[in-house]
């Protein structure tokens, strides 16, 4: 078993669960006790962090009860979080937890690194003399965040069926994984009754801030974009990269040029892209600027019909009349432009007409 | 290229072969066949009847003798309810990695001769299958299927047990790595900060050196120095190998210069990755056309939609393409370079055959050459069964 203060700052690991098992602590004790205040309210200071911060945060680990505090908080926070009932708020505590197992890791040698992966049953090839890490290729794709340029296969070195990768990119793997493991985990877990009376008050504070948040979202004006217009694979792709879904490189490629021919401006876009949870403004402006000329002086062109339509980015079942027309997701958006336009030609037109008739 | 249309009689008579061909052979089925769904197009019908699913072999058999299909497909996806009638209700449960190389993709297919496209293809495929799917991603070769696909190009089916759960995002990511899309151009280059290199002998301060992997280092990397050195060599070796430069943006100045300064010597260090051989063929190979020219030299070749989809519809094994009448037959790795597919997919026999021919034409089957002039003449069954499928000829 490893120390606990390891543990404390692993509460995923198997030998943390042991651990909290083995102290034989029945959940309404941990819920109820005094004598657990503190693993309670570490609870909810882990769950409002990862939705603020996108980081559960970090405590003393000072003292044997700092630990065991810590390491009771994590099934405490997983079952608030529950509770919250929301998607997104479950997949903002997802990453929370993995964003903060990733700096930790980075922090840890080769070796602890190694011994940790094996529990998330990724397929990897560790040489310990020259210290060389390797990854199976399908395991990589599940986790890695593809739809970062540098992490592209095609931008890997592949050999075998392995991928050599550094031991942060493996940390940065192992985080993804993580990540994914939380959320499968929580995403239909019942919510557990007695949390939801002890925590009633948390719980609703949190709910409502997802709230207020969305209501932001909604309301703030985005630019000169008027979405009602976008076609349906716009559309999508602007959905999913809101709601923080894994959209691959392409769908970024066109989202962006899309929105950059129509004159947005970086920040409108960025604007834009804020509301997914793992949302990074900085990795974010890079991006964009690459794909709209910002930093090279090239500014892409953004693919038509047919292009999306090989990339699986034209969603088929959402195909309109406009859609049937245009061969262009630009020509598209300005054709119904176009059609309001004209509507509200028709509409003035007639209007002075009735002023004139009284 | 079509010239007529055919009869009922010629789709009868094709109809008739098939059938034969399928009563006589024991066509072996897809592993997890009960999984899987079938479809297929028949001789004068209009579309596809999908979404079929067959629970024994007997059954699937005595299909295929009684509609002798003109095309037989079934799913590399295999499904908890495969003949259910709408996609979402089959309940995917795992899908083969497929490749398709078909010659519709070759640069000006057009104009080049059936037996051609087919070699061509070929190269491609051995590439494919040997350079990428084993060196790079290790498949072992028991682990695949490869066919020829009856038509004008091969199949392969990867069946190792780690590809069956890829979603089709994954399954995109080895599209791209194989096509090379998207490859950062400084994977490849690298700029070591030397602050010193040996220039014609003198050690001179550079800040900067460019350093590029040697041509046997693994994936993309060896792949794409091989790349350049291909066409370096193709530069040097050429005509005119100014002209060839132009063509790469390099004016005539530099051009020179640079011819003078490749001696031997140079290309062999270029060959071991130093590229640093002098300021301006240093400057030449940060020149964009070439290494873009460089990562299409190397790069595969395969169907994007084919390999992505998750739930395609591919060419049964064993059966045969309507419009060839040629077996879709198993290959070999080992023989694939000595496979010449217009002889060893061809089943039918020589029974002599009347037919009208529409059009001027030249087929080589079974090594022996055929130059017909339209009208009446007497062929064999398999020039024949072939004419027809092409809609080069009526039975008479
Ligand atoms: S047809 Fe074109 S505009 Fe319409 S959804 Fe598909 S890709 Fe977009």
């Given at each position: 078993m490893k120390p606990l203060n390891t543990l404390a700052r692993y509460p995923f690991l198997k030998d943390a669960k042991t651990y909290v098992k083995n102290q034989g602590i029945a959940v309404t004790e941990l819920i109820k006790?005094?004598?657990y205040d503190r693993a309670r309210s570490i609870a909810i200071e882990r769950v409002e962090h990862a939705f603020e911060h996108k980081d559960v945060g970090v405590r003393q680990l000072s003292k044997e009860s700092d630990c065991i505090m810590e390491l009771f908080s994590y099934p405490l926070s997983r079952m608030i979080t529950c509770c919250i009932n929301d998607s997104y708020f479950t997949r903002r505590y997802a990453l929370g937890e993995a964003v903060r197992f990733y700096k930790n890791l980075i922090k840890e040698n080769t070796f602890f690194l190694v011994d940790i992966v094996k529990e998330f049953n990724l397929n990897i090839q560790f040489d310990g003399e020259n210290q060389h890490l390797s990854i199976y290729f399908t395991d990589y794709l599940t986790?890695?965040?593809?739809?970062?340029k540098h992490w592209k296969l095609v931008n890997r070195e592949l050999q075998n069926g392995y991928i050599s990768l550094s031991s942060k990119d493996l940390s940065r793997v192992t985080q993804e994984a993580l990540r994914h493991r939380i959320n499968n985990e929580l995403l239909d877990k019942p919510c557990h009754e007695l949390i939801q009376k002890t925590f009633s008050e948390e719980i609703q504070r949190l709910q409502n801030k997802i709230a207020t948040q969305r209501k932001n979202n909604e309301t703030?004006?985005?630019?000169?974009?008027?979405?009602?217009?976008?076609?349906p694979c716009i559309k999508r792709i602007l959905a999913d990269v809101q709601a923080g879904e894994n959209v691959p490189h392409m769908g970024r490629f066109a989202l962006v040029s899309f929105l950059n021919s129509l004159k947005l401006s970086t920040q409108d876009i960025i604007d834009l892209f804020n509301?997914?949870?793992?949302?990074d403004e900085e990795k974010s402006r890079y991006q964009i600027e690459h794909i709209t000329g910002g930093v090279s002086s090239t500014s892409y062109k953004p693919p038509g019909c047919d292009k999306l339509k090989t990339y699986g980015l034209c969603p088929s079942e959402e195909i309109d009349r406009i859609c049937k027309k245009t061969h262009h997701p630009l020509s598209y958006y300005r054709y119904k432009w176009k059609i309001e336009n004209k509507r509200k030609k028709k509409k003035s037109d007639k209007k002075p007409n009735k002023k004139n008739e009284a | 290229m079509s010239g007529v249309n055919l009869t009922k009689e010629s789709l009868a008579f094709l109809q008739d072969q098939f059938r034969s061909y399928y009563k006589k052979s024991d066509l072996s089925v897809p592993d997890r066949f009960s999984r899987r769904e079938y479809a297929f197009v028949f001789f004068g019908g209009k579309g596809m009847l999908r979404h079929l699913g067959f629970s024994k072999k007997k059954q699937f058999q005595a299909f295929l003798q009684k509609k002798a299909p003109m095309h037989a497909y079934y799913s590399t996806a295999y499904y908890q309810?495969?003949?259910?009638?709408?996609m979402n209700e089959k309940e995917w449960m795992g899908a083969e990695l497929i490749f398709d190389l078909d010659?519709?993709?070759?640069?000006?297919?057009?104009?080049?001769?059936y037996e051609t496209q087919l070699e061509l293809v070929k190269i491609e495929f051995i590439k494919l299958v040997?350079?990428?799917?084993?060196?790079?991603?290790?498949?072992?070769?028991?682990s695949m299927e490869l066919y020829f696909?009856?038509?004008?190009g091969y199949h392969c089916h990867v069946k190792h047990p780690?590809?069956?759960?890829?979603?089709s995002g994954d399954r995109r990511e080895i599209v791209d790595y194989i096509t090379g899309r998207?490859?950062?151009a400084s994977v490849v280059f690298h700029e070591e900060s030397m602050g010193r290199a040996q220039i014609k002998g003198k050690t001179v301060s550079t800040g900067k050196r460019l350093r590029m992997p040697k041509?046997?280092?693994?994936?993309?990397r060896g792949r794409i120095s091989q790349g350049l050195i291909d066409i370096l060599e193709d530069i040097v070796q050429s005509n005119d190998p100014l002209l060839k430069l132009k063509g790469y943006g390099v004016s005539e100045y530099t051009a020179k210069k640079l011819l003078d300064d490749l001696s031997e010597n140079r290309i062999l260090r270029i060959k071991q990755g130093?590229?640093?051989?002098s300021t301006t063929i240093r400057r030449f190979f940060l020149n964009n056309a070439l290494r873009k020219k460089a990562v299409s030299f190397a790069a595969g070749e395969t169907d994007e939609p084919v390999t992505c989809d998750v739930k395609r519809l591919i060419r049964l094994p064993g059966s045969l393409h309507?419009?060839?009448?040629f077996k879709v037959i198993p290959v070999s790795l080992d023989t694939l370079d000595d496979f010449d597919p217009l002889s060893e997919a061809v089943i039918f026999d020589k029974t002599p055959v009347l037919v009208d021919v529409g059009v001027d034409v030249t087929v080589t089957l079974k090594k022996e050459t055929f130059e017909l002039t339209t009208g009446n003449q007497e062929v064999p069954l398999f020039v024949a069964v072939f004419l027809l499928g092409k809609k080069l000829a009526n039975i008479k």
């Open positions: 006790d005094p004598l986790h890695a965040p593809t739809r970062y703030i004006p985005v630019g000169k974009l008027d979405v009602k217009k976008l076609p509301t997914a949870p793992d949302f | 309810y495969p003949d259910a009638p709408r010659a519709d993709h070759l640069p000006d297919a057009d104009n080049i001769t040997d350079d990428f799917l084993m060196n790079d991603f290790g498949f072992p070769i028991e696909s009856g038509g004008r780690s590809v069956y759960q890829l979603s998207d490859l950062n041509p046997d280092e693994p994936g993309w130093h590229l640093d051989q309507g419009k060839t009448g």
